[in-house]
T-cell receptor
Framework: DSGVTQTPKHLITATGQRVTLRCSPR?????VYWYQQSLDQGLQFLIQ???????AKGNILERFSAQQFPDLHSELNLSSLELGDSALYFC?????????????FGPGTRLTVL | GQQVMQIPQYQHVQEGEDFTTYCNSS?????IQWYKQRPGGHPVFLIQ?????EVKKQKRLTFQFGEAKKNSSLHITATQTTDVGTYFC?????????????FGKGTKLSVKP
């Protein structure tokens, strides 16, 4: 158990819909990262927040957005969903904001878009 | 943009054989990390390498960071069935957005008992 929690575990929805994925980081960690894992694409970095502020952006689509709240939990919002958005979405947390240091991954949310 | 390539994509070995996965970056890396993801699980941190030419060992696992800090390798000696999973390297470049770990696509290891 990494100490990072993600809900829901599974999500099935239809194209065009909007969903929200939630992540609670490890106690004391200030950075939250979101990753998308598709079958052939490995782990794609989406976005990073540190203590409530956006710190780094990866290949995140405009239809996707995220935020980190004062209690440090984070939400990833996916809208106008397409079939290709079906993937495993991981949240990770770390103490620091820099790329050095271990990232602790949550169990992931499996999103299926039908 | 920065890319991290990892080979091979798949490796099937007999239990007891050795296994190596290689990671190459298009740019010089500040550091490289290795993660293991068991089937159905989430990535778990194995190690971080920071210094040029660094070599670290964890029991049967040996990790190397190249002199130019653009490549890395993970070698497992005498594989066991518990080694099954996908091994990812992930690097951070210099400058730009810190915290932006770029992952390779991983090497999926299967071990035949």
């Amino acid at each position: 158990d990494s100490g990072v929690t993600q809900t829901p575990k599974h999500l099935i929805t239809a194209t065009g819909q909007r969903v929200t994925l939630r992540c609670s980081p490890r106690s004391g960690d200030l950075s939250v990262y979101w990753y998308q894992q598709s079958l052939d694409q490995g782990l794609q970095f989406l976005i990073q927040y540190y203590n409530g502020e956006e710190r780094a952006k990866g290949n995140i689509l405009e239809r996707f957005s995220a935020q980190q709240f004062p209690d440090l939990h984070s939400e990833l919002n996916l809208s106008s969903l397409e079939l290709g958005d079906s993937a495993l979405y991981f949240c990770a947390s770390s103490l620091r904001t820099s790329g050095r240091g271990e990232q602790f991954f949550g169990p992931g949310t499996r999103l299926t878009v039908l | 943009g920065q890319q991290v390539m990892q080979i091979p994509q798949y490796q099937h070995v007999q239990e007891g054989e050795d296994f190596t996965t290689y990671c190459n970056s298009s740019t010089t890396l500040s550091n490289i990390q290795w993660y293991k993801q068991r089937p159905g699980g989430h990535p778990v941190f194995l190690i971080q390498l920071v210094k040029s030419g660094e070599v670290k060992k964890q029991k049967r696992l040996t990790f190397q960071f190249g002199e130019a800090k653009k490549n890395s390798s993970l070698h497992i000696t005498a594989t066991q069935t518990t080694d099954v999973g996908t091994y990812f390297c992930a690097g951070t470049g210099y400058g730009g957005s810190q915290g932006n770990l770029i992952f390779g696509k991983g090497t999926k290891l299967s071990v035949k008992p």
